[in-house]
């Protein structure tokens, strides 16, 4: 026993020094074959199987399958989830859905562009990158977009998302106009914020797919003009970034007129990049100032952000879709992690192209041994907190974890009284005065902790909970496809689960689908994993 195990540890060292390579050789082709495996696989089920109008027809057999479920045996009713594999996933948990009824959701179209109402009518599993490809080219982009392409749009409503442009219109969840539920008995209902369904549309986002199934969604697109006009702001001294942030964000006035996409990367506890974007045309005087950042042999995004410390502030025309999908590559910052060399102008000129691995094919391929890794080697947390305190953030950040580049950018949190939903209203001293909401902002931790780094001993399970009881106490919340270490008291505490529970018994989803936290909580022994893995590999 104790040989078998050195002899792991061994190999598990060797990789560990090696993992680059590893990744280049071994993960980065595969990963490619895996994407166009599934590219082709899409393509096929667009061409042959999906098509928009057969959209009502699909929602039918949905129902039927819930139906049937309806009439089984009492004692044979496990609770149901979608059949969405967990690999196809973002969320870094591994939901057991092997223990759950499965019901398949084969919902991939584009429905319906509405130019007249501002709006696009989706089904859930449309990707941000699919959504983009279609809008962009029309003139349009979601209002909430994220960066990362593999998400789906179904995922961020049941979910959360926010992005650059939520100083101005708030979380994912304000975006969305409709969304089309088929219940836990079987019928159809299309929720929006004033119609009968009111109680669900508050409680849908946050609920993670526990209060029913969702076939479409109408969500809320803004105008764009071709390019970004991107502004790098280099700035020293924490008191410094962090204020001028706020007076961006138009947290601090409401009258301010702020900029369209605002975000901050964080380099160390002194200095960071704020970056401004409006849209724009470019100028035919300045043409040499686009930069297309997206293209394979160009530096990492944040790598090239972080040059503006030594160069100075510049501003440059980015194409918008190179803008909304800028953190695509190196996936924030998490690949410089598994492939050091990564940025250099070498390898990214014959090699770039290949990244970033598919986070799918990455899960696909997760081990019991990789998948306690990314939690107690890796921190993958963004975290909604009020930006009044965002010195404490990066403070506690950096005691806890002590990784940059840090992710900051601004997003409303809007107090809807009693119809919150899961989120509590913001304090009084978090509001921006005269308004209803207050500002909040995304803090994205992603990487490896400098103890790790360092192969000391690094208790992540502790970390972790010290995060969240500041989380808590400052009233903020983190994103649910993250490991959370809450117990379920704590859970409670953090987020208002009154309506939810009021609407799980009146829709029925009480029995037939697994409850918030039991959906989110890891699927492994968290405590014991951590215990286990404290030491370096
Ligand atoms: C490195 C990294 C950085 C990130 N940064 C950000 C960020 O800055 N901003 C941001 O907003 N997000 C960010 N995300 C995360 C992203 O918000 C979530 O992963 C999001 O849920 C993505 O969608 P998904 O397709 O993976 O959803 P899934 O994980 O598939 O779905 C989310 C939940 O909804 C449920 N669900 C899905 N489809 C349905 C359906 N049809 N009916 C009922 N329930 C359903 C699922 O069961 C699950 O519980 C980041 C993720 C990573 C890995
Ligand atoms: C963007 O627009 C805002 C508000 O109109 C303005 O204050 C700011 O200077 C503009 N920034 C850039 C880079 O164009
Ligand atoms: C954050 O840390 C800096 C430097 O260590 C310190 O000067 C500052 O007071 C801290 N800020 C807060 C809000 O604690």
Redesign the pocket.
Known sequence: MGAEVSWKRQIGRWMEDHRGLIIVLVVLPLSLLFDYFMRLRHWIFRKFISAPEKHDERVRVIQQKIMKWNKLPQDQKKLMCTARPNWQSLSTTFFRKDLCHKIPIPLYDILELKPDKMTIRVEPMVSVGQVTDFLVPRGYTLAVCLEVAEASLGGLAMGVGMTTYSHKVGLYQETIMAYEMVLADGSFVKVTRDNEYSDLFYTLPWSHGTLGFLVALELQIIKIKPYLKLEYIPVQG?KKYCNMMRDLSGALDKHFETPDYLEATVFN?EEAVVMVGNFSDVPSHEQHKINRVNRWYKPWFYKHVEGFLRKGGDYEYVPLEDYLLRHNRAIFWVVETMISFGNNPIFRFFLGWLLPPKIAFLKFTTTPGVRAMTFTKQVFQDIVLPMNQL??QI?KSEELFDLYPILIYPCRIYDHGPHSGQLRSPRKEQMVPGTNYGMFNDLGVYGVPRLVKEKKRYDAVDAMRQMERFTESLGGYPFLYADTFMTREEFDRMFDLTAYETVRRKYHAVGAFPHLYDKIKPEIDVFAVGKAYMDPL
């Open positions: 924490q506890k010195e404490d403070n």
